[in-house]
C-alpha cells in the first residue's frame, strides 16, 4: 500500500455549515487519517494514507459538501505524512479571528423539517430546531469568536440530550451552537396589541386564528420583526398598508410549499433550486392572471415576491393557516426593521393587532434578501438574510479599506485581504433613525474584521449621509468616487475583469462630475482605469426630487424640449388630465426661465417620463414605481421600434432621445395601447445601447461590455441588452454577487480605494 498525503484548504462559507463533521465522516468512510481545523477564514484539512483512498475522498468531497457550505477557493498541495493515527476534529485557531468564521443565517434543512413534524421526535412541533445545516448565524452573534457563550443563545444552557449531540462528530448537531430542543431553548408566546398577555398554551395556534380572523400579526423572526396577514384577504391587505404607511410598493409573500407557489406565479426549474435553497430569499416571479393572491398584495405589478418558509416557527405558522401570508419588515416605511420585544411592542403599537415573541434575542437587524433570475441564476436585488456577511472573493489581496455606500438601498463594503464584506441591506438614509442603523453596523463590522481602514472612500455628492460620515470613519485617507463609476468598479470586482472594457451604467440619479446629474452613462475601462465615453443627451430636470415623485414633470420637460412649449402644454391636457393647469404652466414657466431646474442624463427619469405618457404612473408613491408599473405592461410580441440618433458631443457619444420620444407621445395620442408603446420603448433603448456599447468597443479594441445600475434590474431591458451584445460577438459582464443598483455601489467604492492604496 502507497501512503501520500495532502494539505487541502477550502475558503468561502466553510465554517459554522457543518463542514468540519462532514469531513471527519467522509475521511473515515474513506479510512483516512489526518485531522481537520478552521483558521481565519478558511479550513484546513489534512489527510493521509493510501493513494487510491485519497483519490476516492477527493472524488466525493466535491459531490457532499454540506447544503449551506459554499466553497469558493479551494486549494491542494501534496504534504508530508505524519504517521498520526485515525482522523480528528482540531480546536479552531483563535489568531486573527475574522467575521468570515461566522456564515450567514441558514435556512431549515429537509432534516430538521422532518423532525418538526415527526411525533415520535422530542423537537416535534419544536419553533427553533436547528443543526450544523441550518438555523441562526450572523442574526445571534454578538462577539467573536462564534462560539455558544458569545451569541444569543448564552441565556440557554444545552440539556445533557443536546450536550451529548453538540460534542459527537457523527452528529449533524456537533458543535452547532444553537443547538436546543423543548428542554433547553427559547420559548414563543403572545402580548396584544398593546404589549399586555395573552394566556395560551399553542402561541403559533393564537397567531393563525389572529390571522385568519383578518388580523394583523408581529412575528419576531430571524433578523428582526415581519408583519404578517393574510394574502388572500384583501382587506387586511389594505388595511396593513394604511397602517404600515406604504401605499402601493408590493409585499412579500410566503407560502407553505412550492405547489402553493406554483399557484401564484410562473415557476421554471431554476426558480424552484432558488426558492428551496439555504438562503432562501424572496424571488420575484411572473404572476398568474388566476392567482389566489389579493389585489393590493402587488398593486398592479405583473410580478409577486414570494418565499418559502425559512425558520421551523415560520412552517408551523403557515401549516395552521393553510394559506399564503404577506411577510414584510416590521417596520412603518422607511424605518429600520424592529428587533427587540419591548422595541416592537413601541414602534409597532397601533400597527399590529398582536405580537408572536420568543425571548432569544436578535442581535443584528436584517431584512429578507430579495432576488430576481436572469438565465439560470441569480441576480440580486437586496442582499441581506442568507447572504451576509460571506465575502465576495477578489483576485487579489488589498490593504484594509472601506466604501461607505450611497444614500438610498445603502450598504457599505469593507476590503480585508482578498474578500469584500458588504453589511446588510441598510436602506435609505433619510431619517435619523437609519442613521443610528447604519453607524451602529458599522462599528460592528469594524470590530468583528479587525479592520484598521487605510482609506474610506465616499460618493462625490456633498450632501450624502455618508459624505459628511466618511470624517468619522475611522480611516487615514478620504475618497470621493462618482456614482456611475462606483458602479462600474462593484461589477469589476464582482467580475474580476481586468482589461479594456465598455462601461454602461444605468439607474435614477448621480451626481455628475460636471454639476449635472448622471444616470444613462458610458465609460471606457482600461484596467483599473474607468473614463466617461458617452451618456443619454442631457435634458432638463424641473423641480429636482419632485419630478421623481411626479414623473408627470419630467414627461413635460421632455415634451417641451421636443414638441415646443405650446405643443407640449396641449399634449400636457390631454396625456395628465388630472394635472391641473395651472400646475402645467407653472413647470412650463419654470423650465423657460431655469429655475431649480438642472441639466440630467437619467436613463431613469427617462423611464418615468414614458410611463406618464402612456398614462401609467402620473404621480409615484415608492422609488421605482414609474420604470416597474412600465416593464409590467411591456407587451411580449415584437411591436418594432422608434428612430434615434447616435451623436459625438464635445467628445462624448450621446443617444438622442428626441425621436423616440416624438414616437412615444404620437402613439399615446393615437390611443395605442401601452403594452405596445412600452415594448416599442423597451427595444428601442436597448437597441441603442447595444449600437452606442458596440461603437465605443470598436474604438477601443474591447470585446467585453460591464452592465450595472437600478435599470438594470429591469429584465426586460437587460435580457433585450444581453441577447443584442451577444449577436454582435460581445461578451456582457453582469451582477450575480451583489446588487445591480445601489445596494451594490459600496463594493465599487471600496474596490476603487483599495486600488488607490496599493497603487493600481
Known amino acids: 500500500m502507497r501512503i501520500a498525503a495532502i494539505e487541502i484548504t477550502a475558503r468561502g462559507v466553510v465554517q459554522g455549515v457543518g463542514f468540519r463533521p462532514f469531513v471527519h465522516r467522509l475521511a473515515s468512510r474513506c479510512g483516512l ?38 466553497v469558493t477557493r479551494l486549494s491542494v498541495r501534496k504534504a508530508a505524512s505524519t504517521g498520526v493515527p485515525g482522523f480528528t476534529i482540531r480546536a479552531s485557531r483563535r489568531d486573527g479571528i475574522a467575521l468570515s468564521t461566522i456564515p450567514p443565517d441558514i435556512a431549515t434543512c429537509p432534516e430538521c423539517a422532518g423532525e418538526l413534524s415527526d411525533p415520535s421526535d422530542r423537537r416535534h ?41 453538540y460534542g459527537d462528530p457523527d452528529d449533524r448537531r456537533f458543535h452547532a451552537e444553537p443547538n436546543a430542543c423543548p428542554a433547553c431553548g427559547p420559548r414563543l408566546y403572545v402580548r396584544d396589541g398593546d404589549g399586555a398577555p395573552v394566556e395560551t398554551d399553542d402561541p403559533i395556534g393564537t397567531a393563525a386564528a389572529a390571522i385568519l380572523g383578518g388580523a394583523i400579526v408581529a412575528v419576531r423572526g430571524l433578523g428582526g420583526f415581519q408583519l404578517a396577514v393574510d394574502a388572500t384577504n384583501d382587506g387586511a391587505v389594505r388595511a396593513l398598508r394604511t397602517r404600515k404607511r406604504r401605499e402601493e410598493k408590493p409585499f412579500a409573500v410566503m407560502f407553505r410549499d412550492v405547489a402553493s407557489v406554483r399557484s401564484a406565479v410562473y415557476l421554471a426549474a431554476a426558480d424552484e433550486s432558488i426558492l428551496r435553497s439555504p438562503r432562501a430569499p424572496v424571488l420575484l416571479a411572473p404572476a398568474r392572471a388566476r392567482s389566489p393572491l389579493a389585489p393590493s398584495v402587488s398593486s398592479g405589478l405583473p410580478t409577486a415576491g414570494v ?58 437587524r436584517s431584512d429578507d434578501s430579495v432576488v430576481r433570475r436572469v438565465g439560470r441564476g441569480i441576480y440580486p436585488v437586496r442582499r441581506a438574510r442568507g447572504f451576509v456577511p460571506a465575502p465576495v472573493t477578489l483576485l487579489r489581496s488589498f490593504p484594509d479599506v472601506v466604501g461607505l455606500g450611497g444614500e438610498l438601498k445603502n450598504t457599505f463594503c469593507f ?18 433613525p437609519v442613521h443610528d442603523f447604519y453607524e451602529e453596523t458599522y462599528r460592528f463590522f469594524l470590530r468583528f474584521l479587525g479592520a484598521r481602514p487605510r482609506a474610506a472612500c465616499h460618493d462625490l455628492h456633498p450632501a450624502y449621509f455618508t459624505t459628511a460620515f466618511a470624517e468619522r470613519a475611522g480611516a487615514d485617507r478620504l475618497f470621493a468616487l462618482q456614482h456611475h463609476k462606483a458602479h462600474i468598479y462593484s461589477a469589476l470586482a464582482e467580475t474580476g475583469f481586468s482589461g479594456k472594457a465598455v462601461g454602461v451604467a444605468f439607474d435614477g440619479t448621480g451626481y455628475g462630475e460636471d454639476g449635472a446629474i448622471w444616470g444613462g452613462e458610458f465609460f471606457a475601462i482600461d484596467g483599473i482605469e474607468v473614463r466617461r465615453a458617452g451618456h443619454l443627451a442631457y435634458f432638463p430636470l424641473p423641480g429636482g426630487d419632485a419630478a421623481v415623485r411626479e414623473p408627470w414633470r419630467t414627461a413635460l420637460s421632455l415634451l417641451r424640449a421636443t414638441l415646443g412649449a405650446a405643443e407640449a402644454e396641449s399634449a400636457a391636457r390631454e396625456l395628465f388630465p388630472g394635472i391641473p393647469g395651472t400646475s402645467v404652466r407653472r413647470v412650463l414657466e419654470a423650465l423657460e426661465k431655469k429655475i431649480n431646474v438642472i441639466p440630467t442624463s437619467s436613463a431613469g427619469r427617462l423611464f418615468d417620463a414614458v410611463s406618464a405618457i402612456c398614462g401609467l404612473c402620473v404621480r409615484s408613491s415608492y422609488e421605482g414605481q414609474a420604470p416597474m408599473l412600465l416593464e409590467g405592461v411591456a407587451a411580449r410580441a415584437v411591436a418594432g421600434t422608434y428612430p434615434f440618433t447616435l451623436a459625438e458631443e464635445g467628445g462624448q457619444l450621446t443617444i438622442d432621445w428626441s425621436e423616440l420620444l416624438r414616437g412615444t407621445v404620437a ?17 428601442t433603448l ?60 459600496s463594493l465599487g467604492q471600496a474596490y476603487y480605494a483599495a486600488a488607490q492604496v496599493a497603487g493600481g
Open 33 to 70: 487519517a489526518g485531522w481537520v481545523e478552521n483558521t481565519p477564514g478558511s479550513v484546513v484539512i489534512h489527510i493521509e494514507g493510501d493513494a487510491a483512498a485519497l483519490s476516492r475522498f477527493r472524488a466525493l468531497f466535491g459531490s457532499e459538501i454540506p447544503p449551506a457550505a459554499r
Open 415 to 432: 476590503v480585508k485581504g482578498d474578500a469584500a464584506y458588504l453589511s446588510q441591506h441598510i436602506g435609505d438614509l433619510e431619517q435619523a
Open 307 to 364: 418565499l418559502l418558509p425559512y425558520t421551523p416557527m415560520h412552517r408551523m405558522l403557515l401549516d395552521r393557516v393553510d394559506r399564503p401570508l404577506v411577510m414584510t419588515s416590521g417596520n412603518a416605511t422607511d424605518e429600520p426593521i424592529a428587533i427587540g420585544n419591548d422595541e416592537a411592542i413601541s414602534r409597532l403599537r397601533g400597527i399590529a393587532d398582536l405580537f408572536l415573541l420568543h425571548d432569544r434575542e436578535v442581535v443584528q
Open 686 to 745: 436597448a437597441a441603442a445601447t447595444v449600437a452606442a456599447a458596440a461603437r465605443l468597443a470598436e474604438s477601443a479594441g474591447a470585446r467585453h461590455v460591464v452592465l450595472s445600475g437600478g435599470v438594470f434590474q429591469n429584465v426586460t431591458l437587460l435580457s433585450r441588452v444581453l441577447s443584442g451584445l451577444r449577436k454582435r460577438k460581445l461578451t456582457p459582464l453582469i451582477h450575480r454577487q451583489v446588487p445591480a443598483n445601489d445596494g451594490g455601489i
Open 125 to 165: 412541533r419544536y419553533p427553533f430546531t436547528n443543526c450544523t445545516n441550518c438555523g441562526p448565524r450572523f442574526t445571534i452573534v454578538t462577539s467573536l469568536p462564534y462560539d455558544r457563550e458569545r451569541t444569543s443563545m448564552a441565556s440557554f444552557p444545552m440539556c445533557a440530550a443536546c450536550r451529548k449531540e
Open 667 to 683: 402613439d399615446a395620442r393615437g390611443r395605442l395601447p401601452a403594452k405596445v408603446i412600452s415594448r416599442r420603448f423597451h427595444d
